[in-house]
Structures are given as structure tokens and as C-alpha cells.
């Protein structure tokens, strides 16, 4: 039985495989190049998303249920930033970046730590009932509406050959590359980088040696936040903002990593980058509302053929 459902989704899967790649065929040449590199630059931002939710899980093995609306409050605080001091989003990045690491930091220590060794039940409703209040906050304080963040160079752009690409795109897609980098160069040659690793890799060896677990897990979930909260920046100049986005991204960065690898800080990235290829080609092959349907087939087809994840491990 099991055989025969696995086998019908095969097949669902390679008949929309096909009719995906039918109609991408169809594509002006010109036109498919600036849609692969629209989404590869759009795979970044996500991938710095996913990347804190990947951080986290790794490290603390508590997913934040609440990651898309944390996104969703630094893209608001962008906005305001913006209306109100005329802030660039490249340079609210940093005062942005670093309050939520302050947040991310307290709200490990003084609320999700306690949940540490509690069943994972009581953690999920824990993050989830953060996440609804901060989604109801925010609705309270901005209304339904959308906000947007037009800088003065939203409409610039490079022309290379054909391909006419966003000056924005290119610029948020540096920038997560910088800080990705950033980031594991700091878990690879700083001495906490390693011992946040060495908690996450050996948890008694950790506490034997005296390194101050919680702490870490908390320093932890600060880069987390921090990770999205620069996300949230980079992503409010690419599309508007509201409320509601906030369980929208929750549940796109969840498709990233399980599809890069839960845990995996490369899978993050590449999982970003396959998603956001995946919806471009979809939205200008299809229309825009089928780009989550092609990235949940993309979700099956890896859960499919590999369950861990393309870069994920294989559990002991």
C-alpha cells in the first residue's frame, strides 16, 4: 500500500515536472536568464532567512515557530526607520541586526530555556502561542495594510548582455552573502563560534568541561534572530510588508531547510537558492499564486529521495 501511494506521487510529481519544464521551454531565452538570476539573487535573502532558523535548531534543537514574524517585525522596523530618519535599509541593517540579537539573547534566556528539557510538544506551543502574539501586535500597531520601502535606487539597474537585473537584487544578495560568510568563518576561528559547536556536536561533553550551556544556547538564538532580523531588512526592499507574512515565511524557511538539511548552514543557503529559482521560473511560467505549489513539489521530491535533506545528515 505504502508502495502504491509513494508511486502516485511519483507520478503527480513528474507529470508537473514536466508540464514545468513544457512551458519553461516556451520562454524567450532573454527572458528565462533574467528570471534564473531574478530568483538566484531572491534564493539569498531566503537563504539568510532559513540560515537563523538552521542555526538555531542545530545548536539548541528547538525550531522557532515564530521566525517568519520576527522576519515580519524587522521589516516593519525598517519601514519606520526609513519614514522616519531616512535610514537606509543597508545601514539599518546593523542597529536592526544588533537589537535582535539583544531580543533573541532574553527571550532564550528568559523564556524558551526553561523549555529546554520539557517535551517538544511544550515547545512547539510555546513558540507558536510568541509567534500569534507577535502577529496580533503588529496588526494592532499597523492595521492589514501594506507597507513598502522605496529607496531612491529601487528602479536602477545593470544591464550585462541581455539580462536587465535590480540594482536592490544584487545589492540585498551581496550583503547575505557577506554575512553568511560572515558566519562561518565565525563558527570555524573564533573560540565561542567553537564552543557553540561543541554544544551543539557533544552536549554532556560540553557540560563535563565546564562551558556554560545555556549561555551558548542563548548567544545562540541571539545570532539566530540577528540573521533574521537582517533578513527582514533586505527582504521589506523587495516586496511589501504585512502582517500576515509573518506565518507565510515561517513556513517558507521550513520548506528551505528541510530541503537544504535541518541543521545544515550550507543546506540553508542552497535550499534559499533552489526556492527562489523555483518560485521565479514558476511565477513567470504559471502565474505568481503557483510558485509555493512548485515548492512544495520540490519538498516532496527531496523528502522522496532524500529525507535528510540534499546536505543534511543521516540521524545515528
Not at 539573487?41 to 534543537?61: C, D, H, K, N, Q
Not at 517568519?68 to 519606520?80: C, D, K, R
Not at 516586496?239 to 528541510?258: M, N
Amino acid at each position: 500500500m505504502a508502495l502504491k501511494s509513494t508511486g502516485v506521487v511519483v507520478a503527480i510529481l513528474a507529470a508537473l515536472a514536466l508540464l514545468y519544464f513544457w512551458r519553461l521551454a516556451a520562454l524567450p531565452g532573454a527572458l528565462l536568464g533574467n528570471v534564473l538570476v531574478t530568483g538566484l539573487l531572491t534564493g539569498l535573502v531566503y537563504g539568510l532567512m532559513a540560515l537563523g532558523l538552521s542555526v538555531i535548531f542545530g545548536v539548541v534543537r528547538v525550531v522557532n515557530f515564530a521566525h517568519g514574524e520576527m522576519m515580519t517585525i524587522a521589516m516593519y522596523v525598517a519601514t519606520l526607520l526609513f519614514a522616519a530618519l531616512k535610514l537606509d535599509p543597508f545601514l539599518a541593517l546593523f542597529p536592526v541586526a544588533a537589537a535582535f540579537f539583544v531580543f533573541g539573547y532574553v527571550l532564550q534566556t528568559g523564556l524558551i530555556n526553561p523549555f529546554i528539557e520539557r517535551p517538544e510538544h511544550s515547545q512547539f506551543m510555546l513558540l507558536v502561542a510568541v509567534a500569534i502574539i507577535m502577529v496580533n501586535l503588529l496588526l494592532m500597531a499597523f492595521g492589514p495594510d501594506a507597507r513598502s520601502l522605496q529607496v531612491d535606487y529601487a528602479l536602477d539597474s545593470f544591464e550585462i548582455g541581455p539580462l536587465v537585473v535590480d540594482k536592490v537584487r544584487v545589492y540585498a544578495a551581496g550583503v547575505a552573502i557577506l554575512l553568511a560568510v560572515g558566519l562561518f568563518a565565525f563558527f570555524r576561528l573564533t573560540s565561542t563560534g567553537r564552543a557553540i559547536r561543541a554544544c551543539a556536536d557533544n552536549l554532556l561533553g560540553a557540560k563535563v568541561v565546564g562551558l556554560n550551556v545555556k549561555r551558548y544556547y542563548a548567544l545562540t538564538f541571539g545570532i539566530g534572530a540577528a540573521l533574521v532580523g537582517a533578513a527582514g531588512v533586505l527582504q521589506v526592499m523587495l516586496v511589501d510588508v504585512t502582517p500576515a507574512l509573518g506565518p507565510a515565511y515561517t513556513l517558507l524557511a521550513f520548506v528551505i531547510v528541510i530541503v537544504g538539511g535541518l541543521g545544515s548552514m550550507g543546506g540553508a543557503l542552497l535550499g534559499g537558492i533552489l526556492i527562489g529559482v523555483s518560485e521565479a521560473l514558476a511565477g513567470v511560467a504559471f502565474t505568481p499564486s503557483a510558485k509555493s505549489m512548485f515548492s512544495f513539489a520540490l519538498l516532496i521530491l527531496v523528502l522522496l529521495l532524500r529525507p535528510q535533506g540534499l546536505l543534511g545528515k543521516k540521524a545515528a
